[in-house]
């Protein structure tokens, strides 16, 4: 049922973000069983996420995850309530339309978001709005785990270690239903928000991606049935499907880490104990995703600062747009960092090894400052998540928490051989080169002859001396 008017005192507004689901929503559950009415609301306010305001991959996310979320209240006979500009002005006036007295929202992370979320509590507060900020996107809050001197972790092994022996256990909340939803008129469009980008580069992404909590719930079914059992093993395959592709639908909270968990310990309950997969690999991936928001919330500074305070005497190779530009259309010459950059451009996504190798090769190789890379992937990935994105790019260039170290420079050659070894990844996303075998594909500047007939580049540097060049600036560095 949804109601329209009269306002009613006992009505809760729930602010959606970055919590796109109605399934495990403890934010929403909750609404719905304390009050009478309830009215979902989308309030677009990215500006006040700046200077992290999503990027187009995201936009795109975004908006056909709000389509999707609109769909599953809709079933409800409920509506999303969506509104555009300036957070709190909004919600003052919805409060004062509504007659509501209370509002939920699910906690994010990010600095600015923390920031923004502290203030918007304190202004309704002071105006006598009952605020709930609830868990729900984390298998433990940044701030529950701590070392034995009681200070944050920054190594990932005594932190999943510690993480491992706290895991959920208590089932997912079903699908939340309100006793009566509260719709009020004023609500936008969707497709007001301009979400959704200009340009047919989009076309890539809606072909390998479902937004929405339908589209995580059937990947994750695909995830269990087909590569849980030899995930250890699979997910450095980029040519496989071996690994979730769950990460944007985490990003967006269309499901969340607790159901994960729950469902791939219920798919290994029914299955026979010797065909029984282990979880433990997977499961620390997701534990990387919690390290990683733990670091961002401990060490806020971190997107834009080096986390080993020692790299900020390195020294980065001046600014080259035009080798930054090959780099982000994947003409580098260097096949399996091409491949990868243009499967991050068609689809919005790359597989986790070749994202290292990319990221490896811009920071090492090229010796360009990871904030290139970074904002890079910030625009382009479905899945760009500032928690996960800063910590990925530190650890491959060496100055983040539990870091590779620097002098580990991926040689892509031989990353190719040994992890695509028919070259079935790089011929998918080379087509000019898909004619050339396996062993030739892998090193095609052996043939210039080749190379010149079908256009594509020479590599752009010499992998072995630009990888002495980078190990002689950190050489170069003081000790800690």
């Known amino acids: ?21 109605l399934t495990d929503h403890p934010a929403l559950a909750a609404a719905c069983a304390e009050h009478e009415c309830v009215l979902p609301l989308y309030l677009h306010s990215s500006h006040e996420e700046a200077p992290w305001s999503p990027g187009g991959a995201s936009r795109w ?12 209240l809709a079933a409800q006979q409920a509506v999303l309530h969506i509104a555009q500009g300036d957070c709190l002005p909004m919600l003052r006036a919805l409060i004062a339309t509504s007659g509501a007295r209370t509002v939920y929202w699910s906690r994010r992370y990010e600095p600015t978001a923390i920031a923004h979320d502290t203030a918007l509590k ?5 105006e006598g709005i009952t605020v709930h900020s609830v868990p729900g996107n984390l298998w433990c809050e940044p701030w529950q785990l701590a070392t034995m001197e009681g200070q944050p972790y920054r190594v990932f092994t005594p932190f999943w270690r510690k993480l491992r022996t706290q895991l959920p256990t208590e089932a997912p909340l079903p699908e939340a239903h309100a006793r009566d939803w509260m719709q009020l008129p004023g609500s936008l469009p969707l497709d007001t928000l301009e979400l959704l980008p200009r340009i047919p580069w989009s076309a890539g992404l809606a072909e390998h991606w479902q937004p929405g909590e339908a589209g995580a719930l059937e990947l994750l079914d695909v995830f269990a049935d087909d590569a849980l059992a030899d995930y250890a093993g699979g997910r450095d395959l980029p040519a496989r499907h071996g690994t979730s592709r769950l990460s944007p639908h985490l990003h967006f909270g269309e499901i969340t880490p607790r159901q994960i968990l729950y469902a791939l310990q219920a798919c290994a309950g029914r299955m026979d104990a010797r065909r029984r997969p282990d979880l433990e690999p997977y499961l620390r991936e997701l534990g990387w995703r919690e390290f990683a928001h733990h670091l961002l919330y401990h060490f ?25 530009r090959r780099w982000q259309q994947g003409r ?9 950059m243009r499967e991050l451009w068609h689809t919005g996504w790359m597989h986790n090894r070749v994202r290292m190798i990319a990221a490896s090769f811009l920071t090492k190789n090229l010796r360009m400052h990871w904030h290139h890379g970074a904002r890079w992937f910030w625009d382009t990935l479905v899945d760009a998540d500032l928690a996960n994105n800063t910590l990925g790019w530190q ?12 002098f580990r420079v991926f040689n892509p050659y031989t990353q190719a051989a040994k992890f695509d070894p028919e ?7 080379l087509p000019e080169l898909a004619q050339l075998p396996a062993k030739l594909l892998h090193e095609p500047w052996r043939d210039p002859g080749a190379l010149s007939a079908c256009g ?11 990888r002495e060049a980078a190990l002689r600036q950190w050489q170069a560095l003081s000790p800690r």
């Not at 304190?122 to 002071?126: C, D, F, K, T, V």
């Not at 305070?309 to 600014?319: E, M, V």
């Not at 070259?423 to 996303?429: D, F, G, T």
Request: proline share 8%.
């Open 1 to 21: 049922m949804t109601k329209s008017f009269p306002t009613n005192h006992d009505t809760a507004l729930v602010l959606f973000r970055r919590d796109l689901r």
């Open 61 to 72: 996310w975004l908006h056909h995850s709000l389509e999707a979320l609109q769909r599953r």
């Open 122 to 126: 304190l202004a309704l507060r002071g």
């Open 300 to 324: 806020p500074k971190t997107p834009t600062e080096n986390f080993n305070s020692r790299f900020d005497a390195f020294h980065w190779a001046d600014d080259n747009p035009a080798f930054l």
């Open 332 to 340: 580098t010459g260097i096949p399996l960092v091409d491949a990868g």
């Open 395 to 406: 650890w491959v260039a060496g100055c983040g928490a539990d870091a590779a170290p620097y």
């Open 423 to 429: 070259a079935s990844y790089l011929k998918r996303w």
């Open 456 to 466: 594509y580049p020479l590599p752009m540097v010499d992998i072995g001396a630009t």
